[in-house]
């Protein structure tokens, strides 16, 4: 029995909702530096697609690799803190993207890095700070390392020396594109600072009042205080008694003269 008009129109209809269903599949990966040097690296197949712009791709993004050129870096990440990433809408449990941070030789830390996925399984994510952090692969079978996301089209930011669970993109819940901007750290530090030691600093007291200057003698008082200081006192009842002596020096020859004029008239 041929296939009815209904038939054919219902068989279409499903093959065109499974295309259209594959097609709608879409991924962003996002860069958010906070080093102060070097320039994001995203590699798809072999070749670089990004250098920190976000990168979007209609279909699965798989075996893709991100790191931070600071100089040292291989074209492949060698000698600098790796990321690998596949992200894919899961079609079975476990079957869904898959991102972590390699240290594996030859590969090694050369800046922290971080990454979170947004616009579906916010806050997901890694960290490795040290060349010895458990978040990261060291040897090939560090399977637990792995963060997988079982949602659709979801997204991916990966931070350097920054934090990605706490960018806006994850915390706010947007699946857009662009990380938010950095905030200034040196004009927040220096505003904070300045009005941090305007309000500690204490208020000037008042001067306290001097007191009065001590008069201080010339030298012509000085001598002269010195003088009279060191002169001698008089003693009056000394002067009165070296008056009595010299008159009674005065008058004793007198007496005499008189005693032997008595004494002669007395004999004539």
Known sequence: MAPTFVQVFLGLAAVLSAASAVSAETHTISFDNQCGKGTPQLLVGGKVVSTGEPYTFNGIISSAIAYLQTGPCGFNGEGCTLLEMTLVNPTAPGSGSSTDISLIT????????????????????????????????????????????????????????????TNELVVGGSGGNTPAAPSSSTSYSSSHSSSHSASAAP?????????????TPTPAAASTSAAASAAPSVDRGSCKNKKRMMRRRATAPELEARALHDVHARSH
């Open 106 to 165: 030859p590969h090694a830390l050369n800046v922290p890095a971080s990454f979170s996925y947004y616009g579906g399984c916010n806050g997901q994510g890694a960290s490795c700070d040290s060349g010895s952090c458990t978040s990261a692969f060291h040897v090939f079978n560090d399977n637990q390392v792995q963060v997988q996301c079982e949602t659709n089209n979801a997204n991916l930011l990966i931070s350097f020396c920054a934090d990605a669970a």
């Open 203 to 215: 208020a000037s007291s008042p001067a306290p009042a001097k007191a009065p200057a001590k008069a």
